[in-house]
């Protein structure tokens, strides 16, 4: 997937809200160290019902577009292709318009995901634990069906969450037991933990993080560290943040859009630093 060679200048991150996004300095930056001078790289506060009109706005000179909530469902019906990615878990948060005219749909959080771990050695779990019942905790599934080898328990805070996620599994094909949040704690002896959840939802469990922890993939970067992470960074255990996950699901988007292959990881995640750093 590629975009138009000639005049593809534009892309930009849409949803609702946007002003806190990350996404254009991630992008600009790699535009930067790619040489694409002509390049930009935007943000819009764009819902749903806005959606279909802005699409219908755009002309040839854009090659692609990021999506955040409330868009990655709602922008599906809108798009000619979507990949098996974004199908496996009914959300698009990359489109990519093609030298052909057609607009595709990709799930770039999944193997950003899956990306992210790797870079901290971890290519395969026996086991692993979900924080959460969200959109991100489907695509966390979603990446573990790809190197988890056993059960995952994904803790929820109600019946009806523990359904969804049991659902996604047999959708997935992922072995998922359900557990009430009031057990929250003993995911933290898991392998592998990903704290899907709002800020500040998990920090009533830093108290409970072991004497030897394993892996904590928390998909928040602002604020930073929350305090799960910061107790397990301090017992000696990985910590994957969300700002790693965003990199990493930024480079694949920049690399779709750009054609340009590789993107400027390591530069796109000091300027992400920087930026946090900032605020």
């Known amino acids: 997937m590629r975009a138009r060679a000639i005049d593809a200048r534009r892309a930009a991150v849409l949803g609702k809200p ?7 300095v991630l992008h600009r930056t790699a535009y930067e160290e790619l040489g694409l001078v002509n390049w930009s ?11 279909p009109g802005f699409l219908a706005e755009l002309g040839a000179e854009w090659a692609g577009l990021s999506l955040t909530m409330p868009l990655k469902r709602a922008v599906i019906p809108l798009l000619d292709e979507i990949s098996e990615t974004a199908a496996s878990v009914e959300a698009v948060n990359t489109v990519v318009f093609t030298e052909d005219g057609r ?5 770039t959080d999944i193997p950003g995901m899956v990306a992210a771990l790797r870079e901290r050695g971890i290519e395969q779990v026996d086991s692993a634990a979900i ?22 328990v994904a803790y929820v805070r109600s019946e009806a969450r523990a359904a969804e996620m ?8 992922v072995e998922v037991r359900t557990a009430d949040w009031a057990d929250a704690h003993r995911a933290l002896h898991a392998p592998l933990v990903i704290a899907t959840t709002p800020a500040g939802t998990t920090d009533a469990l830093a ?28 017992y000696g255990g990985a910590v994957v943040s969300g700002l790693d996950l965003l990199v990493h699901q930024a480079v694949l988007q920049v690399e779709q859009m750009t054609g340009r292959v590789p993107a ?12 946090l750093a900032a605020r």
């Not at 049991?166 to 094909?173: A, F, S, T």
Request: contains cysteine; aromatic residues 8%; proline residues 6%.
């Open 18 to 24: 946007i002003a806190h996004s990350l996404s254009p």
């Open 207 to 234: 108290s409970a993080v072991p004497e030897r922890p394993a892996t904590l993939f928390d998909v928040l970067y602002d604020p930073w560290p929350t305090a799960l992470a910061a107790r397990w960074s301090m």
């Open 103 to 107: 607009r595709v749909g990709d799930n």
């Open 264 to 275: 400027p990881l390591d530069a796109m995640r000091k300027a992400g630093e920087r930026a």
């Open 166 to 173: 049991r659902q996604w599994g047999e959708r997935l094909d």
């Open 41 to 51: 790289y935007d943000r819009f506060e764009i819902d749903e019902d806005a959606l």
């Open 131 to 152: 924080l959460g019942a969200g959109a991100t905790a489907s695509s966390a599934l979603a990446a573990l069906a790809r190197i988890c080898t056993g059960e995952v």
